[in-house]
Each structure stands twice: as structure tokens, then as C-alpha cells.
């Protein structure tokens, strides 16, 4: 348990195998959100924020099943990848408050959050632009003989732009070792996914692509990282790509303006029936892994640690003015200081 | 290719067909599928698997064809691999060449005649070349490719169906960012790139007046140094530009200039440009809306005999 309260990425990440930690985590993701949304209210946060609560088994589910040095490409709502696959609180919320404590030293915001330490390129905040990425990356790992496989994360919305057809089309002619993994919350920004898209399930669209297509309920952490143990295994034997659909939901609207009026009455009361985090506490309890009263101490716990990276990030002093030119190319006075991924 | 295994080259048409331009002929036999890749007409998947395995440690050159195709594909170029050293703080940079013929003068219409280097020049973070002969591509290339950061270069395709005697030398490099002085000269200075440093030359050759042409080389960063120190030397400031007067590189140049080196001015600064309209497929038509050796031999000769700027072509057109 002291292990992810680490400052170290990698070793939060590592300290994903426990399952405790994994329940933990999911729990870190949550409270993490929350306290955006409430420094957005305070006037700490600008632009603006897209959560994903309700999300957090996919988020876990998928950072158990990759090594720290696999490739992530991610979409704006990043938060949840980013806390799951190793930053720390500080680093996201450091970000999203534009401190220098931040991942991306502030100059990132909260659609851009990076650490190349654990594999994780800077979130992008155009749709769809990760997956044709995720597919270089998945070309140099193959290129540079080793095993290591990329893994694009976007939305059910992404599933509707060019970069999602051209970029499982030459993955699967590449035969490259990349997973596509929709997380499908049934909303593309406002808009229903009926209103969008002819298909009820994005992973049908595999077919057209010959390779694998797997639908899985996203809310359950345990069948999230099976799901993608068996992509990731096949990507890494060389035998090409998959498209993993994770059926989810998130709790708010698309962005802090939008209070999602548009959703059907009912429906997201459902769906908070089967919270990731109750659903995988109720597993640990089952395991006896986890003890009666624990999911409220641990509670307890994350809230008093989100509290203290919190206090943190309000420490942090705002980047200096010189950050504005220094990495925009090698001649800017950042200079050449790049780390390339996989360069032994 | 031969001394780096990093570099792959990626695009429609290059392994097997070797381009339609056939610039990357012979490149397959060489180098295999793995590193010569067809690609599908996917200009936004393959750009953006450049993006991805340029910050994964391959160097990869990006064959645009035609540079009007990356407009499918320019989010990856400009949105992404332009910010990936600015949001990871240097941490990543993305060691990516795209490669493209441009520019008009062949009867390809509008929609194939275009520079579009002010799309690149626009977005910081990328830097742009455009080459002039096969020395000047040998070396831009060979500069681009050990760049960390992306680079565009631009080919005038006009160019591709010339032929001259070039020897490669192995280790020659032109510097990125660096302009070099084609011919010397003391009554102006003229500024070309591309296809018009051809034009440049010959339309000095043939002035009255004694003009330093210089070749632009690098658009973005361009060389301050070197063109300021012309301009102070000759007083007088001509930018040839293939590119539609609102948006023309050289409108960068003349303001630096007029700021910078006004003192020095002994006329105003000039630009000839193309017209702000389409490049048109007409013979007739294209070869008006090109700058020709004489127009620009008339324009520089106008500035420097009477130190005022002369009309452009179409203003007495109509």
C-alpha cells in the first residue's frame, strides 16, 4: 500500500500487481476527479476538463495487463490512464492547475498529460489522432526487434473519423503489434452513440479488418484485463492487431460545461448500479482479500493522500516565462535534451 | 539508408513503383519491405505511424507525392508531431522527414501546383526546407533525416525532370536554418527558393544591375544573419517567392528587414509573388502567373533605378 504513494511512476505501476492496489487505484482515480472538478469550481483550474468517473475498471484494467515499456496513446480524457498506468496525483493535478509540479510542467493542461517513463505519449486532445500513432509506435517496436506492443485508447466517437479505418487497416496489412481499445461510454461529446453510428457495437467493426474483435463490460476490472492479456499476448506472438471495445459509461457530461441533460431519464442510475468500484471491492471481499470496512478506510486513506497532493499542487508556483519557448525545436533554448523511446 | 537502419521511408507508390516521380527507385532492392513501405491511400494513418515511430526511435521519411495530399494528414504533422517536444518538455522529439514535390509550372492545375510551405512555416515546431537542384536536395535531406525534430522538404517537381552532374560525397550536409549566396552582387539583394532560384539567377545574368541572389534553403528557421548582412551591403531587398502575396515567406523577410535594417534601405522593400488566386492549368495562363526570368530582371531593374517598388504584373493586367 506505501508503494503508490510513491513519487516514482514506474513504482506505482509496478505496484499494480497487488489487487489491493488495483481497488485502491480505481479509488485514487475517482477521488482524483472529484477534487478537478471541485478545484474548477475554486477557480484553480482553466479551459476546461473532460472526467471519465464511472470508468475506472477500464482505466485499471488495462494498465495491469502492459508492461511500463509498451506505448500508450490516449485520448483528452486521460486522467483516469494516466493516474492507472503510474502518474502520481500531484503530476495529474499538477497539470490540470498548470503548476510547475505538473507532468508536463504545467504547459500541457489538463488534455495533455505525458511520462515517458511509463510509456505514456502526451494525451491528444484531437480525436482519433493516437490510433495511427499507436501504430508507428507498434512499427518501431517490431523494426527494432523487440516485443513491446502499443496500445491506443479512444472513444466510441473516434470510431466514426478516418484515422480509425485507415489506422486498423494498416495495422492489420502490417499485421502490427498494436490494441485498439474503444472505451465506448455511449456518448461521442453530446451526442448518443445511435445518432452517431449505424452499429451498436464498435467491435463488429473488426471484421472489415480481419482481426479480432472482442466486446467486454468495461465496468468489471477483472474481465477488462483479460481481455487485454489475450490481445496483448497475440500482438506480442507477432500475429497483428485487435480491437477491444470496452462497454462503460461516464458519470458526467462530456466536459465541465456540460451538464448532460441530454441523457435518457434513468440511465445513468443504472449504470451506477454497477460501479467498477463496488463491483471489484465486492470481488476483494469475496477473495477475502479485502476485510469488512475495508473499502471505507481505504476510502478514507486515498481521500487524506488526493488531499495532500492536492496542498501540493497548490504550493507549486506557475511555470517561469522562459518555459514558453523552451522545448518548441532543438534550436529553442530547451536545446536537444530528447529521450528517445526504445533508442537501446 | 545504408549507414543508419533507423531510417525507413513510408508512402504510396515508393517501394514497388518507386514513385511516380521515380525518386525512390531502386530503394526496395536495397532496403527490403521493411524499411521501403507501401502504404494504402491513407495519407492520416501513415503520417501519424511516422509521428508514433519517430518518438519510438526510428527515423522515418514520409513520401507525400504530391504535398496538396497531407491536407488529410496534416493534423498528425501540425497538431501532434509539431507539439511532442513541447508537451513532454524535451522529453520526446519526433526525428521525422516528410518529403514532398510542390510548387507549379507543369500543367498539373491547382489542386497539384501548390508550394503550401505556409502551412509548415505556420506552425512552430517544424522546420521547412525547400531544395533547388540535386546538391542542395543531397544536402537538405541528409540534414533533415539527423534532425531531431520534423522537418519538411519541400521538392520542386519542375525539377524532378532536369538533369545535372552531381558527385555525392557521403558527409556533405547544408546546415538547416542556413541561406547560402549563390552569386554576389552589390546593388540588391534578391531572396528566391525552390524553382525560383533558377529564375533568380538568370534573371541577374541578365539585369543591368549588379544583383546578389541568395537561396533561401530553410524557410523556417531562415537565416537572419546572412540576409540581414546582404541587405546592409546592398541596400536594397527582392524576395522571389512562388507563393500568393498574402502569404508568402517573404512577407516574414521584408518586415524583419524593414525593423531591423531600415537604416540601411535605399528603397523600399520588394516582393514579387504570385497573384492571391489558384494556380491555373492554361499554358498561357501559367506561364503569366509564374515569375519569368525577364519579369523579374524588369522588377529589380525598376527598384534599383528609380528606388521605388514596381507594380506587379496583374495590377495593370485588368
Known amino acids: 500500500m506505501t508503494l503508490s504513494n510513491s513519487n516514482s511512476p514506474l513504482a506505482r505501476r509496478e505496484a499494480l500487481d497487488d489487487r489491493l492496489e488495483q481497488l485502491r487505484r480505481m479509488i485514487e482515480i475517482r477521488f482524483v476527479e472529484e477534487r478537478i472538478q471541485k478545484l474548477f469550481a475554486e477557480g484553480h483550474v482553466r479551459g476546461s476538463t473532460h472526467l471519465a468517473s464511472g470508468q475506472e475498471g477500464v482505466s485499471v484494467g488495462i494498465a495491469r495487463s502492459i508492461d511500463p515499456d509498451d506505448i500508450v496513446t490516449c485520448t483528452y480524457r486521460g486522467h483516469g490512464h494516466a493516474l492507472a498506468l503510474g502518474l502520481t496525483p500531484a503530476g495529474v493535478i499538477g497539470e490540470i492547475c498548470g503548476r510547475v509540479i505538473g507532468c508536463a510542467g504545467g504547459v500541457g493542461g489538463s488534455m495533455h498529460l505525458v511520462e515517458p517513463a511509463i510509456g505514456l505519449l502526451p494525451t491528444a486532445a484531437i480525436i482519433g489522432a493516437g490510433l495511427p500513432i499507436a501504430c508507428g509506435a507498434a512499427l518501431a517496436a517490431r523494426a527494432r526487434g523487440t516485443d513491446r506492443v502499443a496500445v491506443a485508447i479512444f472513444g466510441d466517437g473516434s470510431a466514426n473519423i478516418g484515422a480509425f479505418h485507415e489506422s486498423l487497416n494498416f495495422a492489420a496489412i502490417q499485421k502490427l503489434p498494436v490494441v485498439f481499445v474503444c472505451e465506448n461510454n455511449l456518448y461521442g461529446e453530446y451526442t448518443r452513440i445511435q445518432l452517431s453510428t449505424p452499429v451498436e457495437d464498435i467491435a463488429i467493426r473488426a471484421a472489415s479488418y480481419n482481426m479480432p474483435g472482442v466486446i467486454v463490460d468495461g465496468q468489471d476490472a477483472d474481465k477488462v484485463a483479460e481481455a487485454m492479456a489475450t490481445a496483448v499476448a497475440r500482438a506480442r506472438r507477432g500475429e497483428g492487431p485487435s480491437l477491444v471495445e470496452m462497454k462503460t459509461y461516464r458519470y458526467s457530461g462530456h466536459s465541465r460545461s456540460d451538464p448532460a441533460t441530454y441523457r435518457p431519464a434513468g440511465e445513468l442510475d443504472a449504470w451506477l448500479k454497477r460501479d467498477p468500484i463496488d463491483i471489484f471491492a465486492e470481488r476483494l471481499t469475496a477473495e477475502t482479500l479485502l476485510a469488512a470496512g475495508g473499502l471505507d478506510s481505504l476510502k478514507t486513506e486515498v481521500r487524506e493522500a488526493v488531499e495532500t497532493a492536492t496542498a501540493e499542487v497548490l504550493d507549486s508556483p506557475a511555470p517561469e516565462l522562459g518555459e514558453i519557448m523552451a522545448h518548441v525545436g532543438a534550436y529553442s533554448a530547451g536545446g536537444d535534451q530528447r529521450h528517445l523511446f526504445w533508442s537501446n | ?318
Open chain 2, 1 to 318: 539508408m545504408t549507414e543508419d537502419p533507423t531510417v525507413i521511408m513510408m508512402g504510396e507508390d515508393i517501394a514497388a513503383a518507386g514513385g511516380p516521380f521515380k525518386v525512390t527507385e531502386g530503394l526496395l532492392a536495397v532496403h527490403g519491405p521493411q524499411r521501403v513501405i507501401d502504404t494504402p491511400i491513407s495519407e492520416m494513418a501513415f503520417m501519424g505511424a511516422a509521428v508514433g515511430a519517430a518518438v519510438c526511435g526510428l527515423k522515418p521519411i514520409v513520401e507525400m507525392m504530391f504535398i496538396e495530399f497531407i491536407g488529410v494528414a496534416l493534423d498528425q504533422l501540425t497538431t501532434q508531431a509539431a507539439t511532442m517536444r513541447y508537451l513532454s518538455r524535451g522529453k520526446l522529439t519526433t526525428p521525422l522527414v516528410v518529403r514532398a514535390s510542390a510548387g507549379a509550372g507543369q500543367g498539373f492545375g491547382c489542386q497539384h501546383s501548390q508550394m503550401l510551405d505556409h502551412w509548415f512555416r505556420g506552425t512552430p515546431g517544424l522546420k521547412v526546407c525547400v531544395t533547388s537542384n540535386a546538391r542542395t536536395t543531397y544536402g537538405l535531406l541528409r540534414s533533415a533525416i539527423e534532425d531531431p525534430d520534423p522537418v519538411v522538404v519541400l521538392e520542386p517537381r519542375i525539377l524532378y525532370a532536369e538533369r545535372e552532374e552531381y558527385e555525392f560525397d557521403s558527409s556533405y550536409r547544408i546546415s538547416l536554418g542556413r541561406a547560402e549566396i549563390v552569386k554576389a552582387g552589390k546593388d540588391a539583394t534578391l531572396l528566391a527558393c525552390g524553382a525560383m532560384v533558377r529564375v533568380a539567377k538568370e534573371a541577374a545574368e541578365n539585369s543591368s544591375a549588379d544583383i546578389e541572389v541568395i537561396d533561401m534553403l530553410t524557410l523556417w528557421p531562415w537565416d537572419r544573419d546572412t540576409i540581414m548582412e546582404s541587405v546592409s551591403r546592398t541596400g536594397r531587398l527582392v524576395t522571389l517567392e512562388e507563393a500568393t502575396a498574402g502569404n508568402g515567406w517573404g512577407a516574414e523577410v521584408v518586415s524583419s528587414v524593414a525593423v531591423e535594417a531600415f537604416g540601411s534601405l535605399k528603397a523600399p522593400p520588394h516582393r514579387i509573388t504570385l497573384p492571391d488566386a489558384p494556380v491555373p492549368y492554361s499554358g498561357k495562363l501559367e506561364a503569366r502567373f509564374l515569375p519569368s526570368a525577364a519579369y523579374v530582371a524588369e522588377q529589380v531593374s525598376a527598384l534599383v533605378s528609380t528606388n521605388k517598388t514596381p507594380m506587379p504584373w496583374w495590377r495593370n493586367a485588368a
